[in-house]
């Protein structure tokens, strides 16, 4: 109690919160409970188990299979270890595969030389803000949309040698007869990479518009201030600027060119001019020759050249998260 002619003291203020930071090392643990651990469980083990399931597993027992000689109908005592047997008789003893690594090759160069400059051409023009930008960029992306079924319809509509179109426009400008496009071996290949290039370049414009939306304007500004026109702003630094992206299309590209298979099944079942490795994967295993193990070791030869971009691929991904 204070005394008469003193003042009292004002009340002591309440200590600072402690803003100290926490011991190094000392984490929140955060409690799940059963429901949450269930979650856990099924979004995490039914993806696992799928992928495990229906990719590495196969995967492996093909690259095991590759070493061996099986005709897929005994049982599995009836499989026999031969070795790299299959990989040297690919090389030496099979015709069909020299011819059929020189169309993938080719199928590979084709699309890089016209696919995906003309995808990345309609990507930058889309990218301007053109009037009717929407419609054209439909109109290139639909091929990439359709069914297979339709997209070899719409094509034999163009090629056939009695009624298509090509033919019929060919007539009207000169005497020459009809030509078969996709049973004439010298020409056939050339007909089925024009129609792959369609559904090609309209998902590589895809991916360059994103791209191309993602690349900061002010580098753009720059470039412009420093008096580049706009092909020296985008070869010098809108280009380089879509690494990621060329990263991405050059991977879907290989890709897409070893595992070409449908069109040409379709055509001939990859037979008479259109030879391609995964048509004769296809023909070994499930084919009337039923030689399980030869066509294993063809699909590893596939296998083994995709591995390459992909892992080029995860590593230009895992620096860029790096950096």
Do not use: C
């Not at 993806?47 to 990719?55: N, R």
């Amino acid at each position: 109690m204070a005394t008469p002619g003193t003042t009292a003291a004002p009340p002591a203020a309440p200590p600072p919160p402690d803003r100290r930071r926490p011991p190094r090392g000392r984490r929140t643990t955060l409690r799940y409970g059963r429901r949450d651990r269930i979650s856990l469980a099924l979004m995490l083990g039914v993806p696992a188990f799928l992928v495990i399931g229906l990719v590495w597993l196969p995967a492996a027992a093909t690259v095991l299979l590759s070493f061996t000689r099986w005709d897929g109908i005994g049982g599995l005592e009836t499989i026999e270890w031969i070795g790299t047997q299959n990989y040297t008789d690919a090389y030496t003893l099979y015709p069909p595969f020299e011819p059929a690594l020189r169309n993938n090759l080719v199928w590979l160069l084709f699309l890089f030389a016209v696919p995906t400059v003309l995808g990345m051409f309609f990507a930058v023009l889309l990218d301007r803000e053109l009037r009717g930008g929407p419609v054209y960029q439909s109109v290139f992306y639909l091929p990439v949309v359709l069914s297979l079924a339709l997209t070899g319809f719409i094509w034999q509509l163009i090629y056939s040698s009695d009624q298509g179109l090509l033919n019929a426009f060919l007539a009207l400008v000169s005497d020459r007869p009809p030509v078969d496009w996709f049973g004439d071996p010298d020409i056939n290949l050339y007909a089925v990479l024009v129609a792959a290039g369609w559904k090609h370049t309209g998902y590589i414009m895809l991916l360059y518009l994103a791209g191309l939306k993602a690349v900061d304007p002010s580098l753009r500004e720059a470039a412009a201030i420093d008096g580049a026109g706009p092909v020296r702003t985008f070869t010098s630094v809108v280009f380089p600027a879509l690494l990621p992206i060329n990263v991405v299309v050059v991977v879907v590209t290989v890709i897409d060119a070893l595992r070409a298979f449908d069109l040409v099944w379709i055509i001939n079942r990859g037979r008479n001019g259109l030879e391609l490795i995964s048509a004769l994967v296809t023909s070994n295993v499930i084919g009337e020759a039923s030689r399980v193990g030869f066509g294993s070791a063809l699909a590893v030869i596939m296998l083994a050249f995709s591995l390459v971009f992909i892992a080029i691929y995860v590593s230009t991904v895992l620096r860029g998260a790096q950096r």
